[in-house]
Nanobody, 122 residues
Framework: QVQLVESGGGLVQAGDSRALSCIAS????????MAWFRQAPGKKREFVAA??????LYGDSVKGRFTASRDNGKNTLRLQMNRLKPEDTAVYYC?????????????????WGQGTQVTVSS
């Protein structure tokens, strides 16, 4: 049974940094394309970052501020968020790409965590 559990969310000030983690069980992270998405109230789920076998992809709104990585030994996906802005406020989800297609498309992901709330105050 696959389980993804995010942690690390909370309330931060604009300009602060925050690190999120996603611990995976039931799958091997090193054999999967894993991603972070986020969803703000009233908005569509947005691609944040993905770690593939050969590359790391970022959404335009976080490029240069966020860094995604994975620790294969701990089967954990991480997201380091720097220079946070109020518009980064959202629930952040980690997910496993289980279908072929664009990595930035949420429809191609089959397993999702429950999400962790990040709130950035101005």
């Amino acid at each position: 049974q696959v389980q993804l559990v995010e942690s690390g969310g909370g309330l931060v000030q604009a300009g602060d940094s925050r690190a999120l983690s996603c611990i995976a069980s039931g799958l091997t992270l090193s054999k999967s394309v894993m991603a972070w998405f986020r969803q703000a109230p009233g908005k569509k789920r947005e691609f944040v970052a993905a770690v593939t076998w050969s590359d790391t992809l970022y959404g335009d709104s976080v490029k240069g501020r966020f860094t995604a990585s994975r620790d294969n030994g701990k089967n954990t996906l991480r997201l380091q968020m720097n220079r946070l802005k109020p518009e980064d406020t959202a629930v952040y989800y980690c997910a496993r790409q289980g279908r072929s297609g664009r990595t930035i498309d949420a429809a191609n992901y089959d397993y999702w965590g429950q999400g962790t709330q990040v709130t950035v105050s101005s």
